[in-house]
Structures are given as C-alpha cells and as structure tokens.
C-alpha cells in the first residue's frame, strides 16, 4: 500500500467517524426534543392514570390525598373523612414479582386490591386478578388472608386450581398491604 493510498483509507475512515458522530449528535437532538416537548403531557397521563386506578378501588370519594412520610400512599377521603388508604404492595409469584395497588380501610379491611404488574402464567396465575378468587380476598381482615386447599374453608381464601403460588403471591401482597395500614391506623 502507497502513502497515498493509506491517507486515503485513514481520511475515509475519519469522514466515516464523523458522519456517524453528526447523526448521533442529530439523532439525540431529536429525541431531547421530543421528550422536552411531550413529557408534561407524560407526566399528566401518568398522574390521570393513576386517579382512575384508585377510583375503580375505591369509588364514590370526594378526592384522594397523598399520605405524608409514605410514599405512593394516598387517602380515599369522603366528607372530610378518612375511609381508605390505598397502599402499593408487591410479593414473589411464580414467574416474578407481583405488584399491586389495594385498598384497606383503617381497620384492617379490604376494600378492593388491582394487580398492576406480573408476570403469572396466562390463564392460570393472571386469575388472581378475576372473579370468583378476588371477591374470596374483598372484606376480610388480615386473619383471614391465608390461603387454603380446603373447599370447606370459608374463613380463608381458596387457591387457584393449578396456581396456588400465584394465589399466595396475590393474598400476600394484600396482607402486607393489611398489616401496613393497621400499623399506620393503630387499627382505628
């Protein structure tokens, strides 16, 4: 290879480089852009996400009030009063961490629970997010959160047929949550 040659290869090489550095500079023009433009519009989304979330667990409340020095805690408040306390709680499934959102009432009563995420085997595992397991877990206490095999059980809450990990991820989360908010309440 001649000089000439060499200097050629290396000059190529070099507007190569550059050319790839100016659409990476571009490239993150754009999206910062993008993101500067559209992230209060994320942000509200989010925020309209989330209120309807807590509605459809907690409904006809005048209005939801985060809850000072607990994160991600809101109050359910209807007449001036507290009736709910809507907690985010999460346990181990079968394939990952469930995550859910559940309302307890200052007593230690499920009022309602949604799972938000998880990863539970479709049609088996993701139940635990459906009729008739949910309603076994809405209006009881934290002594009657524990999951059984015994049909003739009622104090307790039944597993899923073929998944009762999953079903013990869920009653959990909801206990905890339970056990968060008796804590917090004084049980009151």
Partial sequence: MSAGQHDESSNSILK???NLAMACFVSGLIIAGVHFVTADA?????????MDSMKALVQDVEKFEPVE???????????GKTIAYIVPSSSKGFEGHM?????VTSDGTVLNYDIISHKETPGLGDKANEE???SQIIGKKADGLEVVKDPSDKEHVQAMTGA???SRAATTAVAKAVEEVVHFTGGK
């Fill in 164 to 166: 009762t990990i999953s």
């Fill in 99 to 103: 995550q859910l959102l559940v309302a």
């Fill in 16 to 18: 190569i480089a550059l």
């Fill in 132 to 134: 008739p397991f949910k």
């Fill in 69 to 79: 020095g607990k994160e991600d805690w809101y109050k359910a408040v209807k007449d």
């Fill in 42 to 50: 994320a942000a509200q989304k989010a925020e309209e996400l989330k």
